[in-house]
Every structure is written in structure tokens, then in C-alpha cells.
């Protein structure tokens, strides 16, 4: 079973609930341009964030900045109930707007992570994320205005709790096969430029070859050449944005031999080639440097 609740998408919002009994996991492609909360109502599932596998239960905030990897995937029990909202800046703009406002750039990236809430915590969230759906279904005048005062009253009480909150970020890989799989990933975040392969890993950690495919894939959800590649796109975006290298200097930087298969194994996980990602990013700048030089 794959039910749709409830949904909703205005001004770069997007919002659902969904519940589902049978095997599922997000896609290999999974980071994006959108900030991210995901809330378990119901059941359980294992959440790999970054490099870091966390098990998520009922009452769990997940956190998640933009373009941060991140991926679902089953626990023992494949039943789930969860909410999902992903926004752009520009969506709450009106945040930061204020005096003692907050800056969603920074708020995600200081917050990003898994905290689990505890009873009247799970209540306020909850009433909110229904207020939310309410509005979408009834569709009253200025609901648009609504569901976006609700979002950021939703923003505003996580910025409040989180500081103080004792289950704040919890990692979950007490599991060997987590710990193996936490060493792996860090391992590939480090060393992501060297000739990296499913042997390699194996004879480094001393493992079983199929043994460390199946955790692997088991713990983030990834294979372990779909993990690989998709630290070097990430420091491909990088490269792109802060440095004047070439296209093909930055494909042997990460450990390509052939600039076709990088350019090939960009536009998989950006939609894009390298070149028109770095002239829109460019472009996209250019706007705000020239602002910041006009109130210098």
C-alpha cells in the first residue's frame, strides 16, 4: 500500500503526508536545491543522512539542509506514516526580513540533523502540520497566507527547542555493520579524489566484499559507486562555484579518467552539464555581489 494523505505545493512549497506498508527507498538521486523536514507519525525507518545512518521513529524531526545527501530506507517493520515538507528560500523570505529575524541559510545549517520530540512537543507540531493540510483541503480566503504563517510558526518553535532539547541530533549506529558502514562513508568523504572501488574498500577495511556491499547498501541506501559518485558531484559543485579550474582539471581533481563519463555522471545527479551549471551559478551571483558592492 502507497497512500497519499493529504498534500499541498504553493510558491516553492511543497507538502505531503504519506503512508505505506510495502518496501520502499528513495531514489539514488537524492539531494536538491529545497530545505527539508521530514516527521514520523507512525512506524519506522532508517535515515542516512550526510555519512551517518540514524533510525527514526515515531515523533522524529529530521532536519535537512540543501543539497545535503540524504536517504529513506527500511527498518524491521516496513510500515510508515510520515510528513514531508520541502520549500525554497525565497519561499519564507519574510523570516529573515525582521529585526531578530532568521536566516534559513543558517538556521539549516546549524540545525541539520534528527531530534526526537517528547509529548506536548509531538502535540503542538502535529496541531500545526494538520492546520497546515486544513488549509490546502478548504482552500479559504488568504489560506496561502496561512499555511505560510503556520511554516514559519513551525520554524520559529524548532529554532526554540533545538539549543536546549536532550534528544537532539541522537545518532543511532551502535550496530557493527553501522559502525563498519559510518567508517566506509567517512573514509569516501576524504579520500573521494583516490581510485576508489568496491575491492579497494574491502581490502582497506579488511571485509568481506559481498558482505560490505549488502551493509552498505542495507545502512545509507546507496551502493557503494552511487556513494562514491555522488561525493565527487558534490565537490564537482564546489569546485565549479569557487574556483576558476577547468572542466577537465576538475574531472581528473576528483578521480575521473574520462571527462565524458564525468560530464555523464553530472548531469545524472544535477540534470545539468558542468559548464552550464557553473555560468548559471555565475549568473545567479553576479545580482548579489553587485548589491554588496553598491552598500559597501
Known amino acids: 500500500m502507497n497512500v497519499t494523505l493529504a498534500n499541498g505545493k504553493i510558491n516553492g512549497i511543497n507538502i505531503e503526508r504519506v503512508v505505506r506498508d510495502s518496501t520502499f527507498t528513495m531514489p539514488t538521486k537524492h539531494f536538491h536545491d529545497e530545505f527539508e523536514l521530514y516527521y514520523l507519525l507512525d512506524g519506522s525507518r532508517y535515515y542516512f543522512i550526510d555519512d551517518h545512518s540514524y533510525l527514526v521513529e515515531p515523533g522524529s524531526l529530521v532536519i535537512i539542509d540543501k543539497q545535503q545527501i540524504h536517504k529513506t530506507s527500511p527498518s ?36 541539520k540533523g534528527l531530534v526526537k520530540l517528547r509529548g ?64 566506509i562513508t567517512d573514509y569516501i568523504s576524504t579520500h573521494y579524489a583516490d581510485h576508489l572501488s568496491l575491492n579497494t574498500l574491502a581490502s582497506l577495511f579488511f571485509i568481506n566484499k559481498s ?38 582539471e576538475i574531472a581528473d581533481h576528483l578521480g575521473y579518467t574520462s571527462l565524458t563519463y564525468f560530464e555523464r555522471i553530472f548531469k545524472q545527479h544535477t540534470e545539468t552539464t558542468p559548464f552550464r551549471y557553473r555560468k548559471k551559478m555565475l549568473q545567479q551571483e553576479r545580482p548579489l555581489r553587485e548589491r554588496l558592492d553598491s552598500d559597501a
Open 76 to 111: 524491521t517493520n516496513h510500515y510508515h506514516d510520515r510528513i514531508l515538507i520541502e520549500f525554497h528560500q525565497a519561499s519564507l523570505q519574510h523570516l529573515g526580513a525582521l529585526n531578530d529575524g532568521i536566516e534559513l541559510h543558517e538556521f539549516f545549517k546549524k540545525y
Open 211 to 248: 558482505y560490505l556491499s549488502r551493509i552498505f547498501k542495507e545502512i545509507t541506501g546507496f551502493t557503494v559507486n552511487e556513494y562514491i559518485n555522488i561525493i565527487k558531484i558534490q565537490k564537482a559543485r564546489d569546485l565549479l562555484m569557487t574556483t576558476d579550474h577547468s572542466i577537465s
Open 120 to 183: 506536548k512537543e509531538r502535540m503542538y507540531i502535529e496541531s500545526l502540520f494538520s492546520d497546515i493540510f486544513n488549509e490546502f483541503q478548504k482552500k479559504q480566503p488568504h489560506f496561502e497566507a496561512q499555511v505560510l504563517l503556520k511554516l514559519s510558526e513551525l520554524i520559529i518553535y524548532i529554532s526554540r527547542i533545538i539549543p536546549t532539547h536532550p534528544n537532539y541530533n541522537p545518532m543511532q549506529s551502535h550496530s557493527l555493520k553501522h559502525q563498519k558502514a559510518n567508517e
